[in-house]
């Protein structure tokens, strides 16, 4: 199974991919979470895209395609994998297409989260997110057990600098602007999979991963 989740910032991207990756035995493959880990670690590469995504605006697509074919490159993709957070733009799909074409290993589907903005916000701005482990909790929604630690490995959570309403908002317009137009591009393939984000986190996973088994042999 070879996955795309696609959606606005906030709509469980993160949160659904750790499921569905579990669900089909994948690795969840996270351009955020991998310019986070090199943010942290102050690499090069960290370096660059802080100031980037502080402010809430894509990573150069130059620096983030190579970063994506660099790690489709890795054993475990072999059976598949599920990208989250990339492609974010049409240049990045057609980029994906294409590198996916000479492995004649095309995407299967393309599961399209949608979510109203108000409640977008009320996820954004609540979420909590492990310095250590990148696990994401809420503060209402998807409470840790100790306030400010990890329930996973115990690590210290922290609120991205992202993650601020006024952050938020410019995100929102830039999905809108650069990410959305890839709704139609897969759509025209035949690859898109569109799935309400409200309700309960397992009732969310279950809409996916029925809508999948209906849609790919
Ligand atoms: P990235 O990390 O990909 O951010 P994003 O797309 O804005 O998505 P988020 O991680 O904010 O949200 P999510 O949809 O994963 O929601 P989550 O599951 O955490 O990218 C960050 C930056 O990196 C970009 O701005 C850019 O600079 C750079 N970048 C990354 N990829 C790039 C690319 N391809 N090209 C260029 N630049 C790139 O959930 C949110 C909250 O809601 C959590 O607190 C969670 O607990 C809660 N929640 C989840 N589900 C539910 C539910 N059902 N009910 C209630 N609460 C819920």
Do not use: W
Not at 31 to 42: A, P, S, V
């Amino acid at each position: 199974m070879r996955l795309i989740l696609v959606g606005p910032p906030g709509a469980g991207k993160g949160t659904q991919a750790v499921h569905l990756a579990a669900h089909y035995g994948i690795p969840h493959i996270s351009t955020g979470d991998i310019f986070r880990l090199n943010i942290k670690n102050e690499t090069e590469l960290g370096k660059l895209a802080k100031s980037y995504s502080d402010a809430g605006n894509l990573v150069p697509d130059s620096v983030t395609n190579e970063m994506v074919r660099d790690r489709l490159t890795h054993g475990d993709v072999a059976n598949g994998f599920l990208l989250d957070g990339f492609p974010r733009n049409v240049a990045q799909a057609e980029f994906l297409r294409a590198i996916l074409a000479e492995k004649s290993a095309p995407i299967d589907a393309a599961l399209e989260f949608s979510l109203e903005d108000a409640e977008i916000l009320l996820r954004l701005t609540g979420r909590r997110t492990c310095r250590a482990c990148g696990t994401s909790f809420h503060i209402v929604f998807e409470k840790p057990a100790v306030d400010g630690i990890c329930d996973k490995c115990q690590g210290e959570l922290y609120q991205r600098q992202d993650d601020s309403e006024e952050v938020i908002t410019h995100r929102l317009a830039v999905y809108a602007e650069q990410t959305q137009p890839i709704i139609a591009f897969y759509r025209s393939e035949g690859l898109l999979i569109s799935i309400p984000a409200t309700g309960e986190v397992s009732e969310i996973s279950a809409r996916a991963i029925s809508a999948l088994s209906a849609a790919v042999n």
